[in-house]
């Protein structure tokens, strides 16, 4: 499940971002791509539960799953953001 919240002064309708899965040592083992279409409203939160599959020929996704959940470290990684007045916040740059 994510959680986002929205801090700005106005409503967010796109996201451009990820969810990226790492072990302690910072080694990258799965990423999940954000819903982009989503609206949160200004000063408000946005839940998702979803389920996504281990693919059972990926090592890194097995392995994943076989681990404690306090060893495996979740980074959000977002790229853009567009709001209701259509303007975009990039951090890609």
Known sequence: SIALQNN?????KLVDGSIQFYDLLD???YGIRIEKDISI????IYTNEGVYR???YTNDQIRMKNMKKEDV???LRIR???????S???FTK
């Open 8 to 12: 700005y002064d106005k409503g967010i």
């Open 54 to 56: 281990i693919s059972q």
């Open 41 to 44: 409203p200004s000063k408000s």
């Open 73 to 75: 470290k979740a980074k």
């Open 27 to 29: 080694e990258h083992m």
């Open 88 to 90: 975009i916040v990039d």
């Open 80 to 86: 853009k953001i567009v709001f209701t007045d259509n």
